[in-house]
C-alpha cells in the first residue's frame, strides 16, 4: 500500500513509525513531514492545510489510503475532498470534526444528550460576558469557541483574570476568529485522563490511557503548553471508571454524533476530569493527541493499517484490537523559552545507537546541509516501554541523556505524580 500521512509534528511521526511496522506498507510519504521523519517516510514540503495541493499530490501518486492527523485539515475538510476523488481516508469529515472545531458546539451536544460536563454559558456579545463574570464563582475557565493551536483555554484563578481572557479573545482577537464567541465554564477538579478511541461511527474501542503533563516546569508550574510528557496508562483510570465511561460517554457520544447526522469515524479523543461527582468531559479532539499518541500507539500490538481501514470500512467490531500491559512514558525535549520565544537551528546530536525498547520522536526538526537542526519549541519525544512502571520512567530519562542539542530544557519530573499513584494501589 502506498500511505500518505498528513502533518509534521512528533504525532505523526509515532504514527509513521507504528504504520511502517505493518507488512501491508510499501511506502510512506508525509506531508509535509520534518526533517527528522525522512527516514521513516518520504517527507514533501506541502502545508498540512492547502487541501488543494494535498488531493493534487494524492491523485499523481496514486495513493491507497490517507491518515489526516491534525485537527486544522480535519475541521477544514480535508477527509471530504480526499474521499471525493475516491481514496479512503482514516480521519472525521468536516461535519464530524465539529466536535473539536467548535466548543460551543460540543457542550450543546452533552447538554443535549446528557453527556457529563461541566456548566457552562456561551456569550457572543462581551459586555454581557464581563457582566456574567461580576457574579460567576472562581475559579472560572474561558474558552475560544474555535481551534486556537491549543492555547484558548484559560484558567482564571480571580474575576479579573477571567475578564482579561474574554478582553484578550473577544475584543483584541488574539486567536482570530475562534475567538468571536467564547464558552465560560465550571472549574472541575480533580485527576485529568486522556482517552483516546477508536471509532468506526458504530464500534467505540478505547485505547490504553495517558496522563498529559501540561506545564512547563517541574511540580506543574509554568506556563501551560502543548504537553511536557505523558505516560500510560493512568493509574487513576480503574476498570470501574473505564466501564462508566464507556456507558455514560463513549457510546452516548458517538450515538449523539449518529443523532445529529455527523457520524464520527476515525480517533476520537476524550479529555476527562475524574471529578467527586463521577468522571465528565473537559474536551473532545477529532484526532489523536501529542504527545499522548508518543505513548499509547508504542503500546499497541495490533496493525494499525488493519485498524485504521476497520474505522473506515465500518467493520471495527470485527478487528483485532491489543495492547500491550506493559508501561510506557515520553519526556519532551524543547527549546529553551518554549512556549514563548524560543531560538531555533541548534544541531541535534543523536546517539548512534538506541537503547533498546527506546523511540526518538521529530516533533520541531529540519535537515540543512546534512545536519539535523532544531525548528521549532517542541523539539523531540523520547519515549521508552516496560513491564515496569518505573522501569519506563527510568529508560526515558536515561535516553534523554543521550541526546543533546543547543539550549534544550525539559521536566525532570515526567511520571512521578502516576508512579505516587500506582504505589498507592499496590
Sequence with gaps: MRIMVIGG???????IKKLRQSPKVDIIYALPGNGGIVKDAVCVDISAKDIAAIVDFAKKNSIDFAVVAPDDPLVLGCIDELEKTGIPCFGPNKDAAIIEGSKVFSKNLMKKYGIPTA??????????????????????????????L???????????EAKAAVRSMMEDRVFGESGLQVVIEEYLEGPEVSVLSFTDGKTVVPMVSSMDHKRTHDNDEGLNTGGMGTVAPN???TDEIAAEC????FVPTINAMNAEGRTFRGCLYFGLMLTKGGPKVI??????????????LPLLESDLVDIMLATRNGTLSETDVKFSSGYACCVIMASQGYPEKYEKGYEILLPAQKPEDTEIYFAGAKLENGKLLTNGGRVLGVTAKSGDFKTAIDKAYEAVKLVGFGNAFYRKDIGQRALKAFKKEE
Design 9 to 15: 509534528g512528533g504525532r505523526e511521526h509515532a504514527i
Design 283 to 296: 474536551e473532545y479532539n477529532c484526532r489523536f493527541g501529542d504527545p499522548e499518541t508518543q505513548v499509547v
Design 119 to 148: 456548566s457552562y454559558e456561551v456569550f457572543a456579545d462581551m459586555t454581557e460576558a464581563l457582566a456574567y463574570l461580576d457574579t460567576a464563582p472562581v475559579p472560572t475557565v474561558v474558552k475560544a469557541d474555535g481551534l486556537a
Design 246 to 249: 464507556m456507558k455514560k460517554i
Design 235 to 237: 493509574p487513576y483510570y
Design 150 to 160: 491549543g492555547k484558548g483555554v484559560i484558567i482564571a484563578q480571580t474575576r479579573e
